[in-house]
């Protein structure tokens, strides 16, 4: 079974300066087809869980521009260049190449 | 609007069964992979299920042999048949839909409200 490690496991940040979440993986998310199978959601407290990075660096419909994910193979990283109110919430890594594993989440905070 | 709509939590006591239901609508269900996620109180997100179009399954560990993952394309519908339910199956549980219509796959791109489930005698 794939293992997702997120860390820092909290963060609490001053409006205006960046956020970095790191997730890596036990396996290779790198699929046979050459897709990468890893992707980032942002739970808000009270509300479901929304998509915000699809296979690695392609940001979601809606999802604004200060939010970017990079990576390869097993260690991926999600940056918000400058963190606003509304990013309160919990972050969570998921990969989809086998079966699916969430990461434990990363819980952010404003300062 | 595209959406998915949860319904069929409850409290039921331990060892017993409970059938979860998730309307689509908006959007080509039958076009669509979809997956259970739930949370348990105060704790992360866990993939419980997942079927295909054309209905290959597959489950997580902790739930093989007493959940039971099935959609009804003409309904629009989305189900999961709880059985053996035990204390740690409290939890809010998500429908999550799979769009792999485009070039990329896009894993959970839309969620529902999720429906409470509770495990207690």
């Known amino acids: 079974d794939i293992v997702m490690t997120q860390t820092p496991l909290s963060l609490s940040v001053t409006p205006g300066q960046p956020a970095s979440i790191s997730c890596k993986s036990t396996?290779?998310?790198?699929?046979?087809?050459?897709?990468?199978?890893l992707y980032w959601f942002l739970q808000r407290p009270g509300q479901s869980p929304q998509l915000l990075i699809y296979?690695?660096?392609n940001r979601f419909s809606g999802v604004p521009d200060r939010f970017s994910g990079s990576g390869s193979g097993t260690d991926f990283t999600l940056k918000i260049s400058r963190v606003e109110a509304e990013d309160v919430g919990v972050y969570y890594c998921?990969?989809?190449?086998?079966?699916?594993?969430f990461g434990q989440g990363t819980k952010v905070e404003i300062k | 609007e595209m959406q998915l709509v949860e319904s069929g939590g409850g409290l039921v006591q331990p060892g017993g069964s409970l059938r979860l239901s998730c309307a689509a609508s908006?959007?080509?269900?039958?076009?669509?992979?979809m997956n259970w996620v739930r949370q348990a109180p105060g704790k992360g997100l866990e993939w419980v299920s997942y079927?295909?179009?054309?209905?290959?399954?597959y489950y997580a560990d902790s739930v093989k042999g007493r959940f039971t993952i099935s959609r009804d394309n003409a309904k629009n519908s989305l189900y999961l048949q709880m059985n053996s339910l035990r204390a740690e199956d409290t939890a809010v549980y998500y429908c999550?839909?799979?769009?792999?219509?485009?070039?990329?796959?896009?894993?959970?791109?839309?969620w529902g409200q999720g429906t409470v489930v509770t495990v207690s005698s």
């Open positions: 999550a839909r799979d769009d792999r219509s485009g070039y990329y796959y896009k894993t959970f791109d839309m």
């Open positions: 908006g959007f080509t269900f039958r076009s669509f992979e």
């Open positions: 079927i295909s179009f054309d209905n290959s399954i």
């Open positions: 396996q290779s998310l790198v699929h046979s087809d050459g897709k990468t199978y």
């Open positions: 296979e690695v660096s």
């Open positions: 998921v990969q989809s190449i086998q079966l699916r594993t």
